[in-house]
């Protein structure tokens, strides 16, 4: 029987628990990880998953939140490479995380915790399309624009086929990004 273990302090014991999350959920799917499971996994009594996390969707929007601060530190160490590199790297970010892409979605429509991750997510992929399209010689609204569409594009991939070829998407990704920076020098 796992056991609560309190000299663990706080932070460390939520980390654990993220970490079993995460596993689970990347590996089973959201719908097959219980709160129990989790326990299980982290070493501890399935009520102590409670005292950190509220509910399923809380655990879910901590472990996406994580993920995305880990991500966001990898790009800010990326951010003088070109912004074919970074949208490949969030494309990639995006495939680790592929089996849970309908699950955020449809929880983001119930969950005002996994729809804030879900915002964030797209408002700081947005700042960096325009941010790269800008420095590329587009206007902040063409910018805008461009970083709208192919978010759009991108996630439409994700969503609508899961069994996508991730190098012909990726080939895609950096066309419509070079097709955009040229349209700029017509």
Known sequence: MPANRPH?????????????????????????????????AAGISSNAVYWYFS??????????????????SGL???????????A????????????????VHERAEHSPAVA?????????????LREGFEAAGMAGQDAGM???????MVEGIHLHSPTRDASARNDLVLWVIQSFVDKQTD
């Open 8 to 40: 663990v302090d706080r932070e460390a014991k939520a980390a654990e628990i993220l970490d079993a999350a995460e596993s689970l959920l990347l590996r089973d799917g959201y719908e097959a990880t219980t709160m129990a499971s989790v326990a299980r």
């Open 88 to 103: 490949l790297a969030v494309l990639a970010e995006l495939d680790s995380i592929a089996s849970l892409t309908a699950v």
């Open 55 to 72: 509910s399923k969707d809380e655990l879910l929007a901590s472990v996406l939140r994580r993920r995305q601060e880990r991500a966001v």
């Open 76 to 86: 800010k160490v990326k951010s003088a490479a070109s912004l074919q590199k970074q």
């Open 116 to 128: 804030e991750v879900h915002e964030a997510f797209h408002a700081r992929v947005d700042a960096k």
């Open 146 to 152: 461009a970083a709208a569409a192919l978010i759009a």
